[in-house]
């Protein structure tokens, strides 16, 4: 019923046309200026008001109460940091296809999924191919190389999550080009149901314990001393931390510096100009979906190495919360999406200790932030960048 | 170089290879000899070897015939017809025989494969390969599944270009509709008292039918009409006012949670009349919908569909958090809710819930028809073709689209309320994602804003699978691919809406822009 109807006939309607024009602009009349400022002062007005309470409670909670420890927090941070690092990546991944096709890529946590099922299946053959030595005849390959294994998964993962992005582009969203954003968004619905329960039904509904090399094995690392206590800087956890840094570089410098990332920029600008100009409208978007799959399938083998359990429904809230994530840096907005990841996932791991509440709730926390943020700061916190014509 | 028709045929070829290959890795190949045989209603529920077959041939067909369809550019010859058929069926069929292979060796090694793949049992992979081994097994499916695809790549292009059969199929279709065209007919359906009959009828089959169908058929019609008045509801929000709702379940489960707390034992003993409870569930629920859409519904649409479906999440986790289990009962959750009554006494065997569903689809269907054809439906349907447009011609958008998000939450909870009495227990986990995008799909594939569509849909999806228990696994999956599907061929469902043209088509030439 949105489409296929006489839209067009709307349209072309003339004095409807210019009205249009004339409501697109800036509101002129004084009553709708008045109604928005209005509006703007009431989102101020609650931000302010539920600000106010978030750090009463946190002040509480931490300097009142005083249940944890110095040590507990930096506990927390890191651990929040090191998700956010994923949440970030994938976070990337909603932003750049948001920018560039202004819809919600809803299956995009199922990519990051698939590539931490690519990643666990590398392991688990790499186990079982034998690499002896003199020393330990039992060695397997994942211990005997353990790098070799790790950028092997890591290659596996993101190209599984890549090609995944590219044929999902390619067979569910290309066809739908010129369709209301609506059925895109459904397409992506659908598509994410169907690769959640392509994955259960191969793979099995139970959840899989990712076996790690010994060396990055999940309880060694760093130990750092906190007032008086121990904090464990884990192995897997800075490597992800580091990883997914190193990854957000590479992306950050591939859209301002390279050619593709200036089409990139071109297209999500304005694409019909960008095709007058030269550029490969299709090429283009291949690639962005490309590149955000491989960003989530990076952020997949992270959640294999660091998080150690995988299963279908494992990247549906990854994916939910890095939306949230990408909207609370600013839709459109790479460093946006990046700041808006790390926020996140730190919030996340903080939150339900500061706030005083149960441990389960840290999803909803995670939800909570995005509704705010759409109260208080709908184009979040720096900004979107969406084109004017997709305003 | 590759003629197009060989290309052509080995495309098609990998894309069913593939096809056939995830099948069996997902163990459908068992489960679609199963539904054969169903079909061809033998009685025995084990698949055996014959069904099996007739699926397999039945996909190498399809894979033939889609092949060897009509060609855009090249001239539809025999040759042509005949050469993608057979490439596709190999293909096809390579595909198959290979993995069928593979997996036989693997079994014939003693190695299980359902360590990492737990739905390939020995007994699909020996099925897969007709009970030999290994080798002649892959060699009959390979040439099966060839010789299907030749031979559908045939019929389908006779089919096409006989002239016997084209003129035979032009002549039925045409004897048909001069039927249902015929001024006989037309009299017939448009006479007032045919119509009164058929609708008395129509009431009295409504009557009869629950007393008389049996507890199971009572069970999954209710289930049925509680979603359809689920469908109508988010029709109103998205398929009128072209507002995405992902997170739906919430204010289902906002209805059901404030009936089951004012009427069950426990944990409150508020013991109410069920029809205040029902009065007060649905109210509720309308409210949380207009809270939701206060700030959320100014702003560009997908924020709407994302933060409903946050509220969603939100208020499943928390119905399952400790932290509301003094409120709510947390994960247990609430059991012995109560039924109707009609003055004082119960009315809540199963034939009088299928009453009391049918009254409270009637009613939302009649609102609802109301409502389309009302003011504040032509605003919403305005909104939906285009916003801005809408509000230039004095609609204020944000007030209907809140009456529309409050509207179809109200109808959520009451479909809630009906959920939560009917099972007499209602759970968090009654309240997963999978029931909003279940109303979704049944919207969409009916026929998004059209109430005839919505009832198809129901019908099918929440019927169907109702029937077909084999499926019940893969239903999920063939859920996501029906949406992308129906998006693409028929993005306006089965029966598309139809709606009055508001506006002439403009005259060219216009004038010009003024300044």
């Given amino acids: 019923m949105f489409w296929g109807l006489p839209q067009h006939l709307l349209w072309q309607s003339p004095h ?104 666990f299946f590398t392991f688990e053959a790499l186990r079982f191919i034998h690499a002896p ?76 314990n990712v076996v790690n090399p010994d060396i990055l094995d999940r309880g060694a690392g760093w130990i750092l001393k906190v007032s008086g206590n121990d904090v464990l800087i884990s192995y897997t956890g800075i490597f992800s931390l580091v990883l997914s840094t190193l990854l957000m570089i590479g992306l950050y410098n591939l859209v301002q510096r390279t050619k593709l990332g200036r089409a990139m920029r071109a297209v999500a600008s304005d694409r019909n100009t960008a095709s007058l100009m030269g550029v490969d409208v299709d090429s283009v978007i291949s690639k962005t979906f490309m590149i955000s799959g491989a960003l989530a399938g990076a952020a997949g083998v992270m959640w294999d190495i660091h998080m150690g359990l995988v299963n279908h429904y494992t990247g549906f809230l990854p994916g939910i919360k890095a939306f949230t994530a990408a909207v609370m840096g600013g839709i459109g907005n790479i460093p946006g999406a990046m700041l808006g990841g790390m926020l996140l996932g730190v919030i996340e791991a903080i939150g339900p200790a500061a706030l005083g509440i149960d441990f389960q709730l840290k999803d909803v926390i995670a939800f909570s932030i995005l509704v705010l943020v759409l109260i208080v700061r709908p184009s979040g916190i720096l900004g979107e960048k969406l084109s004017e014509e997709k305003l | 170089m590759r003629s197009s028709a060989v290309d052509k045929g080995l495309r098609t070829g990998v894309v069913f290879g593939i096809i056939i290959v995830t099948m069996f890795l997902i163990g459908f190949t068992v489960t679609g000899a199963e539904l054969v045989g169903k079909i061809l209603g033998t009685p025995s529920s084990s698949p055996s070897l014959l069904f099996f077959s007739i699926f397999m041939i039945l996909v190498g067909a399809w894979a033939g015939a889609s092949a060897s369809a009509r060609p855009l550019v090249e001239v539809d010859t025999w040759k042509r017809a005949l050469t993608t058929g057979v490439w596709a069926g190999a293909m096809s069929g390579l595909f198959s025989a290979v993995i069928g292979f593979l997996f036989g060796e693997l079994i014939s090694n003693k190695i299980d494969p359902r360590t990492y793949l737990p739905s390939v049992s020995p007994e699909s992979i020996k099925m897969f390969l007709f009970n030999q081994t290994p080798l002649t097994g892959s060699l009959i499916l390979f040439s099966m599944l060839t010789v299907s695809g030749l ?85 109103i929000i998205t398929g009128w006012a072209g507002q995405l709702v992902i997170g739906y379940v919430a204010f289902f489960a906002v209805g059901a949670y404030t009936f089951a707390l004012l009427t069950a034992p426990e944990p409150h003993h508020l013991m109410m009349n069920f029809w205040i409870a029902l009065g007060l569930g649905v109210l509720a629920a309308g409210i949380s919908g207009l809270l939701i859409g206060l700030p959320i519904l100014n702003l560009r649409g997908d924020y709407l569909a994302i933060v409903t479906l946050g509220f969603a999440e939100i208020i499943r986790i928390l119905l399952k958090s400790d932290l509301m289990t003094a409120y709510t009962a947390g994960p247990r959750g609430i059991r012995d809710i109560a039924g109707p009554t009609i003055f004082g006494k119960p009315f809540n065997s199963d034939v009088d819930f299928m009453y009391l569903i049918i009254i409270a689809v009637l009613v939302v269907t009649f609102l609802a028809n109301r409502l389309q054809n009302s003011r504040t439906g032509k605003a919403w349907y305005a909104i939906n073709l285009d916003e801005t447009v809408a509000r230039a011609t004095g609609i204020n958008t944000f007030a209907s689209k809140l009456l529309a998000l409050s509207l179809s939450a109200a109808v959520a909870g009451l479909a809630g309320v009906l959920f939560a009495s009917r099972n007499q227990f209602t759970g968090p986990d009654d309240h997963a994602l999978m029931v909003s995008i279940n109303v979704l799909c049944l919207v969409i594939v009916g026929g998004i804003g059209n109430i005839p569509g919505i009832f198809l849909g129901a019908f099918v999806l929440k019927g169907l699978p109702e029937v077909l228990r084999e499926t019940e696994s893969y239903r999920l999956l063939i859920f996501g691919v029906l949406l992308i599907v129906m998006m693409r061929l028929r993005p306006e469902g089965f029966l598309p809406a ?18």
Avoid: C
Wanted: a positive charge; charged letters at 15%.
């Fill in chain 1, 16 to 119: 409807l046309l210019k009205r249009r024009q004339y409501f697109m602009d800036k509101p002129t009349s004084t009553s709708a200026q008045v109604r928005l400022r209005l509006e703007r002062y009431i989102r101020t007005f609650a931000g302010i008001v539920i600000g106010v309470f978030l750090l009463w409670r946190v002040y509480n909670v931490i300097v009142l109460q005083h249940n944890f420890g110095a040590d507990t927090w930096v506990r927390f941070g890191l651990a929040g940091l090191i998700l956010g690092g994923m949440y970030a990546l994938i976070a990337i991944g909603y932003t750049l296809v948001y920018g560039i096709m202004f819809m919600i890529n809803f299956a995009h946590g199922e990519v990051m999924m698939l590539g931490a099922f690519g990643g």
């Fill in chain 1, 133 to 208: 030595t003199l020393a330990n005849p039992e060695l397997n390959f994942l211990n005997a190389h353990p790098f070799v294994s790790v950028l092997l998964a890591f290659l596996v993962g993101i190209s599984v999550s890549a090609t995944t992005g590219y044929f999902l582009e390619r067979i569910a969203y290309r066809p739908l080009r010129k369709a209301p954003r609506l059925i895109l968004l459904i397409t992506a619905i659908g598509a994410s149901i169907f690769l959640q329960n392509l994955a259960m039904l191969l793979f099995g509904p139970q959840r899989k």
């Fill in chain 2, 151 to 235: 031979a559908a790549a045939a019929l389908s292009f006779f089919v096409r270009n006989n002239d016997s059969v084209k003129s035979s199929k032009r002549k039925a279709s045409e004897s048909v509709w001069s039927v249902i065209r015929s001024q006989r007919v037309s009299n017939v359906v448009q006479n007032k008292y045919t119509r009164y009959g058929s609708l008395l009828a129509f009431a009295i089959l409504l009557i009869i039918l629950p007393r008389v169908w049996g507890g199971y058929w009572n069970y999954v019609l209710g289930t049925v009409g509680i979603y359809i008045i689920l469908g109508l509801g988010i029709n």
């Fill in chain 2, 498 to 515: 139809k709606r009055p043209e508001l506006e002439k088509p403009a005259v060219q030439n216009l004038p010009g822009k003024e300044g």
